[in-house]
């Protein structure tokens, strides 16, 4: 099996649904929709993925606002993830600010982005990028973050709760 294969099967036996695309165009054309089904949605987009001129523009055109001031409920958080652990189906995200964590962490539902070539073995295969990204001094506070399917938690009596600690849900798009 490859590493794209054995990723796809860790992150959906995680909870993760995954959608594979072989051009960029449909991927980003999936996204829009799936954004905007089910009517108007309130989307915060990460500043990363903004930064990226395809993305941005491709989501410009999607339903995507910011819930009125004061209002933490957010429906869908977009992103894209630096790598994909095949081992454990994992996502990792270098993020550059407090802020960057806000689209993985705050909505009911999160979709990311990730390039098939992105996907590692195992997480000892980007230790060193991890390493060197965590002491970065241009930046105030880099941190990684590590997402293997949609948030969960159980309580003493062993009851498993889906969502409480972030997303509910947790769509990953495969990019060529």
């Not at 990226?52 to 429906?75: E, I």
Request: include cysteine; charged fraction near 25%; glycine fraction near 8%.
């Amino acid at each position: 099996m490859t590493e794209v294969g054995r990723f796809v099967e860790k992150a959906e036996a995680a909870g993760a649904e995954v959608h594979s695309f072989e051009r960029v165009e449909d991927a980003l054309a999936f996204a829009s929709g799936f954004l905007a089904k089910d009517g108007e949605r309130s989307v915060l987009v990460s500043p990363d993925l903004m930064s990226r001129p395809v993305f941005a523009a491709a989501l410009a055109d999607a339903p995507a606002r910011r819930p009125p001031a004061g209002d933490l409920w957010l429906d869908y958080g977009v992103v894209a993830a630096d790598f994909g652990i095949a081992e454990t189906g994992t996502l990792v995200h270098f993020d550059h600010s407090d802020a960057e964590k806000d689209p993985w962490t705050l909505p009911d539902a999160c979709v990311c982005f990730l390039e098939r070539e992105q996907i590692v073995p195992g997480s000892e295969a980007i230790a060193d990028r991890i390493e060197n990204h965590l002491s970065r001094t241009d930046l105030g506070s880099p941190q990684a973050s590590f997402v293997t399917g949609p948030s969960r938690t159980a309580d003493i009596e062993s009851q498993l709760t889906i969502g409480v600690h972030g997303p509910a849900r947790l769509v990953i798009i495969l990019l060529p």
